[in-house]
Each structure stands twice: as C-alpha cells, then as structure tokens.
C-alpha cells in the first residue's frame, strides 16, 4: 500500500468549533507531517513528527494542535480557527533518514466561517 | 538562506510540443531534490528524487536532471492530462533532528492544449 489518506475531505466550521482532520498511511514509515496550502502558493510546513514524537514546530498558533497516536496515524486538532485559517491542509509521511522523499495524502479542504 | 526559484510561472504549449520547466536553488548542502506533480484542489504526487549533480530520472514523457545550481524538468511530446502545476522542492542538511524542512518553490503551472 504506497497510499496516505485524509479525512474528511471537506470541512466547514465556524470560528468557535473544535474539530479534528486524520491521516492514515501503512507504507511503514516513521516520519510524518502536516502541511498549510494557500490558493496559488506551496505548501507550508506546519508540524513534523518523528518516531512519534514532535520534532518541527514552525510556529504554529495554539489553535492547531497535533497528535500522533501511533506510527500510522496522525490528527490535527482544530479550534477557534480564524477565517484566514481557510486552506488546503496536506499530511504527508515519509521514512526517517537521509534519503526520504515525502508522500502526500489528497488534502482536506477547510472553510472557516 | 535556503531557495528555491522556479520557472516560467506559467507554461501554455500546444501537444506534442517538447519543453523544459527550471528550478534553481540555493541550499547549504543538498540531500536532495523532489519534483511533485500537483492537480487543482489535490495534493502533490511524487515524481522524481535527484541527489547529486549529473543524475537524470526518466517517468514516462518527463525526464528530470541535476546540476550544482539547477533541475530541469523536460517534457517530451505533452499531452492534455500533463496539464498541472509542477512544484520542485529541496532538503539540505542544514537542519536540526532527525528529518529537514522540504523548501518548496512557488510552482510552475503547466496547460496542455489539444
């Protein structure tokens, strides 16, 4: 299985929801993320998780917290977004170690109103 | 500081009509080089890991080379459905723990027409 998979694909919420996306891949590797995607931009690295534990933060607001329960599982627990949190948000795995290219699941489409 | 340049921006070519995307970059010590295909409203699809300058990787109608500075992405013969944007992104060794940043370019939208 060379697959990583999201869920739901599309999420609408309102300013004081809470709310979880999940992602899911059983190709063994030990590394994953959570990525942001703005409309006609790249990708932005959120959060890394390596061996399961948090290894890259890159600033993130507290509004987003995530959560690795085990090495094939990931979640991004969401509340109190902004509307401006409205993107694409991309989990992506990958091995650990020197050569390790990152594998994407389709997306989530999160609206916040 | 670590970065990615790509062009053009945008791309229109008729089918069948060969070309090539770039991406330049700046990084301290290269660990490699990552070329994504990405569709409207999906996420990016693996294409290609280059790792040192010299090394070419064949998919298809889409070859990918590496030079100290740059990669090319050639397209031979493009069809309608390679119509996407193309994202080339980089890691360097520069980075703290286990696993380093992908540093992303901003994309080069590519249309195909019939």
């Known amino acids: 299985d060379t697959e990583v998979t999201q869920t739901p694909k599309h999420l609408v919420m309102g300013m004081t929801n809470k709310k979880s996306l999940k992602c899911e891949q059983h190709?063994?590797?030990?590394?994953m993320y959570w990525y942001k995607q703005k409309a006609k931009k790249p990708p932005e690295l959120m959060f890394v998780?390596?061996?399961?534990?948090?290894?890259i933060n890159e600033s993130v607001p507290s509004r987003f917290s995530p959560e690795c329960p085990n090495s094939s599982l990931l979640n991004l627990h969401l509340h109190a977004l902004q509307p401006e949190d409205s993107a694409l948000y991309l989990c992506?795995?990958?091995?650990?170690?020197?050569?390790?290219?990152?594998?994407f699941g389709p997306g989530t489409r999160l609206t916040v109103l | 500081e670590d970065q990615v340049t790509q062009s053009p921006e945008a791309l229109r070519l008729q089918e069948g009509e060969s070309s090539s995307l770039n991406c330049s970059y700046t990084?301290?010590?290269?660990?490699?080089l990552f070329w994504y295909r990405q569709d409207p409203g999906k996420g990016p699809e693996f294409l290609f890991t280059?790792?040192?300058a010299g090394e070419e990787k064949e998919k298809e109608r889409l070859k990918a080379t590496l030079t100290k500075k740059e990669s090319f992405l050639h397209i031979t013969a493009p069809k309608p459905e390679d119509s996407a944007t193309y994202l080339c992104?980089?890691?360097?060794?520069?980075?703290?723990?286990?696993?380093?940043?992908?540093?992303f370019g901003k994309g080069t939208k590519l249309s195909v027409k019939p």
């Open positions: 992506a795995s990958s091995q650990v170690g020197l050569y390790n290219e990152q594998f």
């Open positions: 190709m063994g590797h030990r590394a």
């Open positions: 998780y390596s061996y399961e534990k948090l290894s």
């Open positions: 990084v301290s010590g290269l660990r490699g």
């Open positions: 280059l790792y040192s």
């Open positions: 992104a980089v890691q360097g060794m520069n980075y703290g723990g286990s696993q380093g940043n992908l540093i």
